[in-house]
């Protein structure tokens, strides 16, 4: 069974930063595509950010260009968002996910992927 545990969220004030984490407990992690979502209280879950396995191609949505960025370093099997000049819109509980294909692509809906995080509360204050 896969296991997904981020980290890194908590309060901070508009314009600041986070950086939020995923460890993933698969020694392969480098192989596989990932992605970061978030849900807002009464919203749907979004995608935010993907970030391909093999070749490391990512891709953010429009809502964060500019501000967030996703990484990963396969030696630590970790996921990586960096979220800068926090808005209070990206108030949040932000989830990793992770696929369970062999594949150079990332991924940017939720049915695409297998394995889900707990989740990590991002709030943004005015």
């Known amino acids: 069974q896969v296991q997904l545990v981020e980290s890194g969220g908590g309060l901070v004030q508009a314009g600041g930063s986070l950086r939020l984490s995923c460890a993933d407990s698969r020694r392969t992690f480098g192989r596989y595509g990932m992605g970061w979502f978030r849900q807002a209280p009464g919203k749907e879950r979004e995608f935010v950010a993907a970030?391909?396995?093999?070749?490391?191609?990512?891709y953010v949505a429009d809502s964060v260009k500019g501000r967030f960025t996703v990484s990963r370093d396969n030696a630590k099997n970790t996921l990586y968002l960096q979220m800068n000049s926090l808005k209070p819109e990206d108030t949040a509980v932000y989830y990793c996910?992770?696929?369970?294909?062999?594949?150079?692509?990332?991924?940017?809906?939720?049915?695409?992927?297998?394995?889900w995080g707990q989740g990590t509360q991002v709030t943004v204050s005015s």
């Open positions: 996910a992770a696929t369970s294909s062999i594949s150079t692509m990332y991924y940017t809906t939720a049915g695409e992927y297998d394995y």
């Open positions: 970030i391909s396995g093999i070749r490391g191609s990512s």
